[in-house]
Protein backbone atom coordinates (compact mmCIF):
# COMPACT_ATOMS: atom_id res chain seq x y z
CA UNK A 1 0.00 0.00 0.00
CA UNK A 2 3.22 2.17 0.42
CA UNK A 3 4.20 2.12 -3.07
CA UNK A 4 0.49 2.76 -3.81
CA UNK A 5 0.36 5.86 -1.86
CA UNK A 6 3.50 7.14 -3.00
CA UNK A 7 2.78 6.80 -6.35
CA UNK A 8 -0.35 8.72 -5.69
CA UNK A 9 1.63 11.25 -4.90
CA UNK A 10 3.76 11.49 -7.66
CA UNK A 11 3.54 14.91 -9.91
CA UNK A 12 3.12 12.23 -13.38
CA UNK A 13 0.07 10.34 -11.17
CA UNK A 14 -1.30 13.96 -10.41
CA UNK A 15 -0.85 15.11 -14.05
CA UNK A 16 -2.61 12.18 -15.67
CA UNK A 17 -5.05 12.18 -13.22
CA UNK A 18 -6.12 16.20 -13.63
CA UNK A 19 -5.91 15.41 -17.61
CA UNK A 20 -8.62 13.16 -16.86
CA UNK A 21 -10.57 15.27 -14.82
CA UNK A 22 -10.37 18.14 -17.78
CA UNK A 23 -11.31 15.20 -20.55
CA UNK A 24 -14.35 14.28 -18.58
CA UNK A 25 -15.33 17.98 -17.79
CA UNK A 26 -15.33 18.96 -21.63
CA UNK A 27 -16.86 15.90 -22.43
CA UNK A 28 -19.45 16.69 -20.26
CA UNK A 29 -19.67 20.06 -21.75
CA UNK A 30 -19.80 19.20 -24.62
CA UNK A 31 -22.49 16.47 -24.52
CA UNK A 32 -24.46 19.94 -22.55
CA UNK A 33 -23.93 21.88 -25.70
CA UNK A 34 -24.87 19.66 -27.91
CA UNK A 35 -28.60 19.07 -25.84
CA UNK A 36 -28.70 22.81 -25.80
CA UNK A 37 -28.06 23.09 -30.15
CA UNK A 38 -30.46 20.58 -30.70
CA UNK A 39 -33.13 22.67 -28.82
CA UNK A 40 -32.04 25.82 -30.24
CA UNK A 41 -31.70 24.01 -34.07
CA UNK A 42 -35.57 23.84 -33.34
CA UNK A 43 -36.25 26.96 -32.47
CA UNK A 44 -33.92 28.52 -34.83
CA UNK A 45 -35.56 26.35 -38.13
CA UNK A 46 -38.96 27.75 -36.58
CA UNK A 47 -37.71 30.94 -36.49
CA UNK A 48 -35.80 30.77 -39.91
CA UNK A 49 -39.69 29.45 -41.38
CA UNK A 50 -41.45 32.40 -39.79
CA UNK A 51 -38.82 35.18 -41.21
CA UNK A 52 -39.14 32.91 -44.83
CA UNK A 53 -42.96 33.37 -44.20
CA UNK A 54 -42.91 36.93 -44.11
CA UNK A 55 -40.83 37.84 -46.77
CA UNK A 56 -42.35 35.76 -49.40
CA UNK A 57 -45.45 37.58 -47.79
CA UNK A 58 -44.20 40.89 -47.93
CA UNK A 59 -41.85 40.82 -51.24
CA UNK A 60 -44.80 41.27 -53.91
CA UNK A 61 -46.78 43.96 -52.28
CA UNK A 62 -43.25 45.86 -51.25
CA UNK A 63 -42.11 45.60 -54.93
CA UNK A 64 -45.73 47.02 -56.21
CA UNK A 65 -45.29 49.81 -54.13
CA UNK A 66 -41.92 50.90 -55.32
CA UNK A 67 -42.79 49.65 -58.94
CA UNK A 68 -45.66 52.47 -58.53
CA UNK A 69 -43.51 54.84 -56.91
CA UNK A 70 -40.98 54.53 -59.96
CA UNK A 71 -44.25 54.91 -61.99
CA UNK A 72 -45.62 58.21 -60.11
CA UNK A 73 -42.18 59.86 -60.62
CA UNK A 74 -42.16 58.74 -64.13
CA UNK A 75 -45.67 60.72 -65.01
CA UNK A 76 -44.63 63.73 -63.09
CA UNK A 77 -41.61 64.11 -65.05
CA UNK A 78 -43.80 63.84 -68.11
CA UNK A 79 -46.34 66.21 -66.59
CA UNK A 80 -43.77 68.92 -65.56
CA UNK A 81 -42.30 68.22 -69.70
CA UNK A 82 -45.85 68.43 -70.84
CA UNK A 83 -46.18 72.05 -69.12
CA UNK A 84 -42.96 73.25 -70.59
CA UNK A 85 -44.04 72.44 -73.79
CA UNK A 86 -47.77 74.22 -73.51
CA UNK A 87 -45.10 77.15 -72.13
CA UNK A 88 -43.16 77.11 -75.02
CA UNK A 89 -46.07 76.86 -77.73
CA UNK A 90 -47.90 79.63 -76.22
CA UNK A 91 -44.88 81.51 -75.89
CA UNK A 92 -44.49 81.04 -79.97
CA UNK A 93 -48.07 81.75 -80.37
CA UNK A 94 -47.24 85.07 -78.49
CA UNK A 95 -44.53 85.96 -81.13
CA UNK A 96 -46.79 84.95 -84.31
CA UNK A 97 -48.84 87.95 -83.21
CA UNK A 98 -46.49 90.24 -83.82
CA UNK A 99 -46.27 91.74 -87.48
CA UNK A 100 -42.80 92.26 -87.30
CA UNK A 101 -41.96 88.11 -86.12
CA UNK A 102 -44.21 87.33 -89.15
CA UNK A 103 -42.38 89.30 -91.58
CA UNK A 104 -39.06 88.31 -90.42
CA UNK A 105 -40.12 84.41 -90.66
CA UNK A 106 -41.73 84.83 -94.27
CA UNK A 107 -38.42 86.94 -95.39
CA UNK A 108 -36.57 83.63 -93.90
CA UNK A 109 -38.28 81.00 -94.70
CA UNK A 110 -40.20 81.65 -97.90
CA UNK A 111 -37.66 84.01 -99.69
CA UNK A 112 -40.09 86.91 -100.12
CA UNK A 113 -38.10 90.28 -100.81
CA UNK A 114 -40.57 94.01 -100.31
CA UNK A 115 -40.77 95.86 -103.43
CA UNK A 116 -37.72 97.57 -104.49
CA UNK A 117 -35.66 94.66 -102.43
CA UNK A 118 -33.36 92.83 -104.15
CA UNK A 119 -33.46 89.05 -103.48
CA UNK A 120 -30.40 87.01 -103.67
CA UNK A 121 -30.23 83.31 -103.04
CA UNK A 122 -26.50 81.34 -102.17
CA UNK A 123 -26.23 78.12 -103.28
CA UNK A 124 -24.46 75.59 -101.08
CA UNK A 125 -21.31 73.65 -102.14
CA UNK A 126 -22.11 70.61 -100.43
CA UNK A 127 -25.77 70.49 -101.95
CA UNK A 128 -23.86 70.37 -105.48
CA UNK A 129 -21.92 67.06 -104.47
CA UNK A 130 -25.49 65.73 -103.08
CA UNK A 131 -27.16 66.45 -106.57
CA UNK A 132 -24.05 64.47 -108.23
CA UNK A 133 -24.33 61.38 -105.91
CA UNK A 134 -28.25 61.74 -106.98
CA UNK A 135 -27.10 61.92 -111.14
CA UNK A 136 -25.05 58.70 -110.15
CA UNK A 137 -28.17 56.99 -108.52
CA UNK A 138 -30.42 57.90 -111.92
CA UNK A 139 -27.85 55.82 -113.81
CA UNK A 140 -28.38 52.21 -111.71
CA UNK A 141 -31.39 50.43 -111.57
CA UNK A 142 -34.57 51.29 -109.41
CA UNK A 143 -33.65 48.08 -106.89
CA UNK A 144 -30.58 49.03 -106.66
CA UNK A 145 -31.40 52.40 -105.10
CA UNK A 146 -34.17 51.02 -102.85
CA UNK A 147 -31.44 48.46 -101.53
CA UNK A 148 -29.02 51.31 -100.85
CA UNK A 149 -32.08 53.95 -98.97
CA UNK A 150 -32.42 50.56 -96.62
CA UNK A 151 -28.90 50.34 -96.16
CA UNK A 152 -28.74 53.83 -95.20
CA UNK A 153 -31.60 54.56 -92.63
CA UNK A 154 -30.15 50.86 -91.14
CA UNK A 155 -26.72 52.64 -90.46
CA UNK A 156 -28.65 55.71 -89.45
CA UNK A 157 -30.18 53.75 -86.80
CA UNK A 158 -26.69 52.49 -85.31
Known amino acids: MAVKD ?17 AARVYR ?9 SRLTGRAALLALVVCSLVVALAYPIRQ ?3 QRAEIADLRREK ?3 Q ?13 QDDAYAEQQIRQRLHYVMPGETGYVVIDPDATRQSRADSEAADRPWYANVWDGVDKSDAADQ
Open 84 to 96: QRVEELRDLKARW
Open 65 to 67: YVA
Open 29 to 37: SQTRRQARR
Open 6 to 22: RDRFSTATRIRLLGEQT
Open 80 to 82: QQA
